[in-house]
């Protein structure tokens, strides 16, 4: 039982650049979130999705894209890099009910110079 | 919307001393609560949560938290700490309805000393 899988584990972007970032999850969940994590400002939230077909904005989602086509995977999308997006960023899932709680990824470290 | 006060952001603690860090919340409404655990390079792992009942919750590796709704806190201790607990630790809470997504505060880094 793999959890929730991110991929790359490190990436040096250009400003400029585009990317995605994967993530995958084999827990069946219906919900996932993007987050980013910046040194002494906790995770912020990107964007989230209830389930395939279904995305929405959180709190820090300018200069991103997602898509949910389908319950397994939720990459995040960087259209034009600035060194502000350089950052850790966290993709998590979880569901609720008596197990609430989300399973984290690893994380992307992302450089943007 | 809610939202999570860690007050400490740094915490330095000699070995098999107890350890607290506070966490304090704001909700208009009522809601769940969460302790996540980050070792270096890796991701969140949860500690525990409170969803409800009991106000006194266990988690792994030893520590524990009581939900305070009079107080609007989640503080969590550890009555001896071991060097393996150094780690950031992150307190969250989500509204205990429809789709509400966890809010984190900024952490709180504990150091066992030797």
């Known amino acids: 039982n793999a959890g929730v899988t991110q991929t790359p584990k490190f990436r040096i972007l250009k400003i400029g650049q585009s990317m995605t970032l994967q993530c995958t999850q084999d827990?069946?969940?219906?919900?996932m979130y993007w987050y980013r994590q910046d040194p002494g400002m906790g995770l912020k939230l990107i964007y989230y999705?209830?389930?395939?077909?279904?995305?929405d904005k959180g709190e820090v989602p300018n200069g991103y894209n997602v898509s949910r086509s389908t319950t397994e995977d939720f990459p995040l999308r960087l259209e034009l890099a600035a060194p502000s997006q350089t950052s850790v960023y966290f993709c998590?899932?979880?569901?609720?009910?008596?197990?609430?709680?989300?399973?984290f990824g690893s994380g992307t470290r992302l450089t943007v110079v | 919307a809610q939202s999570v006060t860690q007050l400490d952001s740094q915490v330095p603690v000699f070995e098999e001393a107890p350890v607290e860090l506070r966490c304090n919340y704001s909700?208009?409404?009522?809601?769940?609560l969460f302790w996540y655990v980050q070792y270096p390079n890796q991701g969140l792992q949860l500690l525990l949560k409170?969803?409800?009942?009991?106000?006194l919750v266990k988690g792994i590796n030893g520590f524990e938290a009581e939900f305070n709704k009079s107080q609007t806190s989640f503080h969590l201790r550890k009555p001896s700490v071991h060097i393996s607990d150094t780690a950031e630790y992150f307190c969250?809470?989500?509204?205990?309805?429809?789709?509400?997504?966890?809010?984190f505060g900024t952490g709180t880094r504990l150091t066992i000393i030797p």
């Open positions: 969250a809470v989500s509204a205990n309805f429809g789709n509400e997504k966890l809010t």
């Open positions: 827990m069946n969940h219906n919900y």
């Open positions: 998590a899932s979880g569901d609720r009910g008596p197990n609430y709680g989300y399973t």
């Open positions: 409170y969803l409800s009942g009991s106000t």
């Open positions: 909700s208009s409404v009522s809601v769940y």
């Open positions: 999705s209830v389930g395939a077909g279904i995305t």
